[in-house]
């Protein structure tokens, strides 16, 4: 079992940055690949970023590519997301995800994941 718990959301004026921490329980964390996603006002929930358990490789969907970086540090048991250049869409509920679904673990793929954080609110003002 693993519980998700978000952080560092906040009111931003567009161009600005803000880092996400995901902050996780249990002894599995570090075999848990990761994943953050968005859901926007009136908007289904989006992939937005991704991570392996070792943190060797990464994903991240195009509208973010250059913008946001995940990363984890599996010492502290947490993920991050850190958000620079924001914008107006950016604005949404971000939630961190674990899986444990191994080899089959599809990055982009919420139903790839098996643990939900709560979420926390990302506002972009323009």
């Known amino acids: 079992q693993v519980q998700l718990v978000e952080s560092g959301g906040g009111l931003v004026q567009a161009g600005g940055s803000l880092k996400l921490s995901c902050a996780a329980s249990?002894?599995?964390?570090?075999?848990?690949?990761m994943g953050w996603f968005r859901q926007g006002p009136g908007k289904e929930r989006s992939f937005v970023a991704a991570?392996?358990?070792?943190?060797?490789?990464?994903y991240c969907t195009d509208s973010v590519k250059g913008r946001f970086t995940i990363s984890r540090d599996n010492a502290k048991n947490t993920v991050y997301l850190q958000m620079n250049s924001l914008k107006p869409e950016d604005t949404a509920v971000y939630y961190c995800?674990?899986?444990?679904?191994?080899?089959?673990?599809?990055?982009?793929?919420?139903?790839?994941?098996?643990?939900w954080g709560q979420g926390t609110q990302v506002t972009v003002s323009s």
């Open positions: 991570i392996s358990t070792s943190g060797g490789r990464t």
């Open positions: 995800a674990a899986s444990n679904r191994g080899t089959t673990w599809l990055p982009g793929s919420a139903g790839a994941y098996d643990y």
């Open positions: 249990g002894r599995t964390f570090s075999s848990s690949p």
